[in-house]
């Protein structure tokens, strides 16, 4: 006797597998925008890296008074303050870097 057709889909493997844990919003690129906590501006911008190093990258600016960021030039100048990525960041449309991006 010859075994002609086998399965790997089991209930035992079913159960035992485990969820995969779900991607932060922020581990991927696109188009963001950052709002002012103080006045409510918006400032829209786009990374091809992630969003996360971009906000840090918005963050060193603003913190050591460096005004290569727009944002960080506007919260510098108005006097106004930094809130955590949370609460400022919004992701509009991750995507990665090209045409797509350019063009959002």
Request: aromatic share 10%.
């Amino acid at each position: 006797m010859n075994v002609s057709y086998t399965t790997r889909n089991t209930i035992g493997r079913l159960l035992s597998q485990r969820p995969t844990p779900k991607q932060n919003k922020f581990d991927c690129s696109g188009v963001y925008q950052l709002t002012c906590p103080d006045c409510m501006m918006k400032y829209v911008g786009q990374t091809g890296g992630l969003f996360r190093t971009r906000f840090s990258d918005h963050f060193r600016d603003f913190k050591y008074a460096n005004h290569k960021s727009r944002f960080a030039q506007h919260l510098l100048e108005n006097g106004h303050s930094i809130g955590p990525i949370d609460s400022i960041m919004e992701i509009l449309h991750p995507t990665n870097k090209g045409r797509e991006m350019d063009a959002l």
